[in-house]
């Protein structure tokens, strides 16, 4: 399964170069392009899929399992102190690539990056409570 006007699928057919970590017959990860710490790797399935709800989960335990490999290798290859995973579902997520892919970021301390997350807090626990009703009302569909 793959999307002609993808630019993940054409570096998947290597249409498009890529400098590459690691790939299977389900899964491959490459070195970003436009990385927010330098070693931030993405990993992707090789069949089209996009968005992560619409993906199946066996495709995704093999990706996720990958991103584990990937981290640890950015912890003992480059000396990275931690890890970020992020992935982004639609634009309003910020998502600009519609092919599955979980970003993989080395972090190090003193890596200069901070993370947008200011916290937006309930204005109490019953405003929770009504939202986690909708979303578990969603899950028992
Ligand atoms: P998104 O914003 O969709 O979560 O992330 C897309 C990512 O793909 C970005 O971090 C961007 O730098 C990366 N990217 C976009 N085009 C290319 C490319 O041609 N090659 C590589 N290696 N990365 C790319
Ligand atoms: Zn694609």
Not at 29 to 57: C, E, N, R, W
Not at 72 to 98: K, M, R, S, T, Y
Request: charged content about 20%; glycine content about 6%.
């Amino acid at each position: 399964m793959n999307d002609p006007d993808c630019i993940f699928c054409k570096i998947i057919s290597g249409r498009i170069p890529s400098t590459k970590l690691y790939e299977d017959a389900d899964v491959l990860a490459f070195m970003d392009i436009g990385p927010i710490v330098k070693g931030h790797a993405l990993v992707v399935p090789k069949a089209h899929y996009d968005p992560l709800s619409q993906t199946p989960d066996d495709v995704l335990a093999k990706v996720i399992a990958v991103v584990r490999r990937i981290a640890q290798a950015q912890q003992e290859g480059l000396g990275a102190d931690g890890v970020n995973i992020h992935q982004a579902n639609g634009a309003v997520a910020g998502q600009v690539v519609p092919h599955l892919h979980f970003h993989v970021v080395p972090r190090f301390k003193h890596d200069g990056h901070h993370w947008n997350w200011t916290p937006h807090p309930y204005a109490d626990l019953s405003e929770a409570a009504a939202l986690a009703d909708r979303i578990k009302a969603a899950l028992s569909r």
